[in-house]
Structures are given as C-alpha cells and as structure tokens.
C-alpha cells in the first residue's frame, strides 16, 4: 500500500535476513536447535510425570494399569527419549551458564560444548538405561 | 503523575517492559532443574518396576516429597518461560499470541497443581 501511495514504482529490495536454510549447519547451531526442540519435549513430557503422580494417589489398581502402559515398548520408546531429552537440554543449559559468565567464546570452546554436550548426554543416557537394566529394575 | 524523571521509568527495563526478570528467573529456575531434575533421574531409575506400595513409600517419604515439590514448582515456572520465548518466536499474530500465551499459563499450572496435589495425597495419607 506504501508502493501505490508514494507512488515511486515498484517496490525497493531491501536486503532480508538470511534465516537458517541459507546456512551449512554448525554444530553449535544444531545444538542451539537441539535445545529448543528438547525443551519444547520436556514441556509436553511433564504431563507423563503427572499423570504418574496421580496414578500413584490414585491407588494400586489405577497405578498398575499406567505403569502397564509405561512398560509396553512404545511406553519404553518415549522413557528412553524423555532420559535423552532431558540430560541434553540439562548439558545445554550449563553450556549456556558458561556462556552467560562470558566465558568459552572461542570457536574451539564453542565447538567442544557443543559436540561434548551431545556425545556426553548420548553417554550418560546408555550409561543410565544399562545400569537400570542390569540392575534388574532398581534398587 | 509521578515525581520520576522519564530515565528512572524506562532504567532496568527492555522492551519487553519487564527488564532483565525474565531471562534471569529462567537462569533460576535452570540452577535449580540441574540438581532437581537428576534427582528425577535416579528417583525414577530407582522406581522401574516397582508396585504401588514401594512407589508410594518413595513418593510420601519427607525428604522425596520436599525435592518433588521443588521440582515441580521450579521446572513448571522453567517451562513456562520456555514456552513464552518459542511463542513469541514463531507466533506474530497479537491475537493469537495472547491466546497461546494463556494456554501456555494454563498448562503449567495444570501441571504445576496435578503434580503438587498428587505428592500431598501420598505423603498426609490416603
């Protein structure tokens, strides 16, 4: 509408702010992307947690049909993710204490929080699951 | 109509109208979910397969209940937060903004008293 009213022709190019496909994916950027989508998870995950707290109020009947569905392999699936998800947007998170102190700003820094902070939560994930499942379902 | 300069209204304020309170409640609430949210972790690794009862003497147990309460208000406000900056991201209608941003309010608290609600019925009986 400006265009019409001013009546210069057409309308200047103004330069756009390239967004994220114009980039060759970084492992900083990815982890940045990792740690909203993990968060964004978390978010709708919190209903499991508290559909589990209301089983276990509810009583033993109720609580052994939601713990039925936590143990079929979908109900597993979803755990799994949630473990993964929730250690990386932790590792994510002191990535950014360090970087809020205004520290680790060297492109070497940034690369090793961000690759340490996938392959670490990767790690602590097997490491977590293993150790329940040799431990034959807990203490 | 106050006595203020126009510099004492705007300092410590953004755009946003609220300075620097929701970055730093979110920082909070971060410290706070690193310790909480593995206690999670082993608490519920330590649960796998467990029946009612056990699940119901860890979850009433004084000093669980205290770091589930903890939990649950510090990793809802966390959310909540979270949740805001990925709509006010990617949402630019005002209209619509304003709606999620109510069901974003909605959904922690939802949450926040379901979790809350639950741990309180475990611990003081029933």
Avoid: C
């Avoid at chain 1, 496909?21 to 978390?42: D, E, K």
């Avoid at chain 1, 509810?58 to 109900?75: E, I, K, L, N, R």
């Amino acid at each position: 509408m400006a265009d019409a009213a001013s009546g210069r022709g057409s309308r200047p190019q103004r330069p756009l702010s390239p967004h994220l496909q114009i980039y060759s994916p970084l492992i900083n950027m990815v982890m940045s992307i990792f740690h909203r989508i993990t968060g964004a998870a978390l978010y709708f995950g919190t209903l499991l947690l508290a559909w589990w707290l209301i089983a276990a109020a509810s009583g033993p009947q109720y609580f052994d049909y939601v713990s039925s569905w936590f143990a079929t392999w979908p109900g597993q699936a979803v755990m799994l993710g949630y473990t993964w998800a929730l250690l990386h947007h932790m590792l994510g998170g002191i990535r950014h204490f360090i970087w809020d102190l205004g520290k680790g700003y060297d492109l070497r820094t940034i690369d090793l929080l961000s690759w340490g902070s996938l392959i670490v939560s990767l790690v602590l994930t097997a490491l977590i699951w293993f150790s329940v499942a040799f431990a034959g379902g807990g203490a | 109509m106050g006595m203020r300069t126009p510099l004492k209204n705007v300092r410590h304020l953004g755009s946003a109208k609220e300075g620097a309170d929701h970055f730093w409640k979110q920082r909070v609430t971060a410290v706070a979910n690193v310790f909480l949210g593995l206690f999670l972790v082993w608490l519920i690794a330590s649960l796998v397969g467990a029946d009612h009862a056990r699940v119901k003497a860890a979850l009433s147990n004084p000093l669980i209940a205290l770091a589930m309460l903890a939990l649950i208000v510090s990793g809802t406000i966390h959310m909540r937060l979270g949740m805001q900056t990925i709509i006010e991201d990617y949402v630019n209608g005002e209209a619509a903004k304003i709606v999620l941003f109510m069901l974003n309010t909605f959904f922690a608290a939802f949450i926040a008293l379901a979790s809350i609600f639950a741990i309180l019925k475990l611990s003081f009986g029933a």
